[in-house]
C-alpha cells in the first residue's frame, strides 16, 4: 500500500444523525459477499400479490462484543443484558422487537464500587474483572438486573419499575456468587442458583438483601458437567434457571479438553432437585445463554460464541421441544442463517459517531463508555463548544493506567475510527491519541517531548509496547485514523494520519490482535491522553466518527 494516499471520499464536517455508521452490503466485492457471515440471505414473499424483498437475518447477530447474554420478554418486548466488566458505566441493557436487531437502551449502574483498582491506582486495574455474567428476570411488575464481582467482593442486584426511562437502585451483599442466576418461584421465594461444577442453590431473603439464614442452602446439580464427559476443562457454569410449562430448566455451558464450549442443560420438577442433564448443542463453540419464547410461540436460545480479537458476540439459535427436552439448532448445527427479518439496524446505536457538539452536563451518547472509573474533574464536553477535552490530572505509567480513556466497542466484519486532535495545550512528556485497546494494543498519536511534539505510532504486540515510527510534528492539530479488519479471523489493525483530513498515510506496523484472558474483552476504540513528567496539558477532540469501510478495500 503506498504511503500516501487520498481518501475515497470526504464526509461532511458536522455529523448530526443519531447514528452514523453506513452499512453499505450491498455494494461490497462479491468474493465478501460469500464469505461475510453477516451479509443478509435476499428472499422473496407475495404480500397482496406483490414480491417483496427482504433480507434475512444471519448469525452473529450483533458483530461486536456483547457476551454472557441473559434475555428476557415482556409483552412483545425483548430485553438482554451482557458483560463490560471494568468499564463504566457498567451492565449494558438492550431490547428488541424480533431478537436480532438489538438498541442499547441504559445501563445498570454508572460505577460498580470505588477502589484502587476501579481508579487504576497504585498499579492496580480491574483488567478482566469488573462485573461478570448478569442474570435479568422480570417479577410483579419491577425489573431485576444482577451481577457478582470479584473486585467489589459483592453479588449487586438493581431494581427498576422502567426498563427505559426508569432509575436503578441498587442492593448488594457478600459474598460474590458466581455466575448466579436470581430466579422467583411461584411461591413467592427467591433463589439465587451458583457456582462451578458443583451447582448450589440458596434462598434469598425477601428484600434481597442477602443469603436467607435458615433457608434452603444445597448443592442441587453435583459435578454438572459430567453429562458431556470426563475430560472436562472448564466446569458447567453461566447458570441461568427458568421454569418453563412446570419444569425447571438450568442452562450452562462447559468445556471437554481438546474440545469446544458446549451447551448443556438440566432440568426437574421441583426446584431443589434431583435433576437430570444432557449436551444440547456442540458446534461452533456456540453456548452460554438462555432459552426464549417469542408471543407466536416460536423457542430459541440466545448464545454467544468466541469471535476473535472482535470479542464474543451473540448467536440466536431456534429451538424445538422434543419430549420435554429443548433441541437446540437444526440437525445439531447452530444455523448462519435465521427464519428471521432483518430490519436492517446493523449495529443500531451500540456504535456511534460523535461530534460533541452538546452543551456542558448532557450525557454522553450510551455508546460511550470509560475506560474504568473516570475522573470527572478532568474531561469535558462543551467547556470548549464542539469539542471533547481530556486534561491530564495525574502521572502514569502508560496508556493502560491512563483515567479517562473514553472507548466504544470495535465491530465486524471490517470498521474503522477517525478523530481530528488539536494539540497546543499538550506538556513535556504528554501522549494523547487514538488507541485499538485490549494488552496487545496498538495506538496512533502524539508524543510531547520537551517543546518539540511528534506523531508516533506504539504496538504492544510483543506485550511490551514499543515506538514503531515517529514522525515530526509543527502545526496544532493532527487527524488520526485505525481501521480493523475481523474477516475469517484476520483480526490486523491498520494505523494513518494527517495533516489535512483529506491524505492519509500509514504509519507505524500493522497490529495482529489478539483476544486475551487478563483483558477478558473484545478490541474498542479509544480516545485518551496521560502524563509522565507534569499535570495539567490538554487536548480537545474534534470529532469521533465510525465507518464500516477501511482503507484496504478501496
Known amino acids: 500500500m503506498a504511503r500516501g494516499f487520498s481518501v475515497f471520499h470526504q464526509r461532511p464536517k458536522r455529523w448530526n444523525e443519531k447514528f452514523n455508521i453506513y ?6 466485492k462479491t468474493e465478501f459477499l460469500i464469505g461475510s457471515v453477516l451479509i443478509g440471505l435476499s428472499a422473496a414473499v407475495s404480500f397482496a400479490g406483490v414480491a417483496k424483498q427482504f433480507t434475512m437475518k444471519e448469525n452473529p447477530v450483533i458483530w461486536a462484543d456483547v457476551p454472557d447474554v441473559a434475555a428476557i420478554r415482556v409483552g412483545d418486548t425483548y430485553y438482554m443484558s451482557s458483560t463490560t466488566m471494568h468499564m463504566s458505566p457498567g451492565l449494558p441493557i438492550m431490547k428488541s422487537k424480533n431478537l436480532v436487531n438489538w438498541e442499547l437502551i441504559g445501563y445498570a449502574y454508572d460505577t460498580l464500587t470505588d477502589n484502587e483498582a476501579l481508579r487504576l491506582e497504585n498499579s492496580r486495574s480491574a483488567y478482566g474483572a469488573g462485573s461478570w455474567a448478569s442474570s435479568l428476570c422480570y417479577h410483579g411488575g419491577t425489573f431485576y ?4 464481582s470479584r473486585t467489589s467482593g459483592r453479588t449487586h442486584i438493581y431494581t427498576t419499575k422502567d426498563m427505559e426511562k426508569g432509575t436503578w437502585k441498587e442492593t448488594s451483599f457478600s459474598p460474590s456468587l458466581h455466575d448466579h442466576s436470581l430466579f422467583f418461584d411461584n411461591d413467592s421465594r427467591v433463589y439465587m442458583l451458583y457456582g462451578g461444577g458443583n451447582l448450589r442453590l440458596v434462598e434469598l431473603e425477601p428484600d434481597l438483601s442477602g443469603i436467607k439464614e435458615g433457608g434452603f442452602n444445597e448443592v442441587v446439580i453435583r459435578n454438572a458437567s459430567a453429562v458431556a464427559g470426563p475430560n472436562i476443562g472448564l466446569q458447567a457454569e453461566g447458570s441461568q434457571l427458568r421454569k418453563i410449562n412446570a419444569k425447571y430448566y438450568v442452562m450452562n455451558i462447559t468445556w471437554p479438553r481438546g474440545g469446544m464450549r458446549t451447551q448443556i442443560i438440566h432440568r426437574a420438577d421441583k426446584i431443589t432437585g434431583p435433576y437430570e442433564g444432557k449436551v444440547v448443542l456442540q458446534d461452533q463453540g456456540v453456548a452460554q445463554g438462555c432459552l426464549i419464547d417469542t408471543p407466536e410461540g416460536k423457542w430459541y436460545a440466545l448464545l454467544f460464541q468466541d469471535n476473535g480479537s472482535v470479542g464474543r458476540s451473540p448467536w440466536l439459535v431456534p429451538v424445538k421441544w422434543e419430549d420435554g427436552w429443548p ?14 427479518e432483518d430490519k436492517g439496524q446493523d449495529m443500531a446505536n451500540i456504535v456511534a459517531s460523535d461530534e460533541f457538539n452538546r452543551q456542558p452536563g448532557e450525557p454522553l451518547p450510551l455508546a460511550w463508555q470509560w475506560n474504568h472509573n473516570p475522573d470527572n474533574r478532568y474531561w469535558s464536553i462543551g467547556k470548549r463548544s464542539g ?7 495525574r502521572v502514569d505509567s502508560g496508556v493502560l493506567q491512563a483515567r479517562n480513556s473514553l472507548t466504544q466497542r470495535t465491530f465486524g ?4 475510527a477517525t478523530t481530528k486532535i488539536e494539540v497546543a495545550h499538550m506538556r513535556d512528556g504528554d501522549c494523547a491519541g487514538l488507541i485499538a485497546l485490549q494488552r496487545k494494543f496498538g495506538y496512533v498519536g502524539v508524543k510531547m517531548e520537551g517543546n518539540t511534539k511528534s506523531i508516533i505510532m506504539v504496538s504492544a504486540q510483543s ?26 479471523r484476520t483480526d490486523k489493525a491498520y494505523f494513518y494520519y494527517s495533516l ?11 497490529l495482529q490482535m489478539a483476544y486475551t484472558l487478563p483483558h477478558f474483552m473484545g478490541y474498542r476504540f479509544g480516545l485518551f491522553n496521560f502524563a509522565t513528567k507534569i499535570t495539567g496539558g490538554f487536548v480537545d477532540f474534534d470529532y469521533y466518527r465510525v465507518s464500516d469501510e477501511i482503507f484496504v478495500d478501496r
Open 23 to 28: 452499512i453499505k452490503g450491498n455494494i461490497m
Open 145 to 148: 438486573v444482577s451481577t457478582f
Open 327 to 340: 433441541v437446540l439448532g437444526i440437525d445439531g448445527k447452530a444455523p448462519t442463517t435465521l427464519d428471521i
Open 387 to 393: 469539542y471533547l477535552r481530556l486534561t491530564t490530572g
Open 413 to 416: 466484519p471490517v470498521s474503522s
Open 463 to 488: 506485550d511490551r509496547p514499543e515506538e514503531i515510527e515517529s514522525v515530526p510534528l509543527t502545526q496544532p492539530a493532527v487527524y488520526l485514523k485505525i481501521d480493523c479488519d475481523f474477516r475469517d
Open 500 to 510: 489535512d483530513g483529506k491524505t492519509w498515510t500509514k504509519i507505524g506496523s500493522d
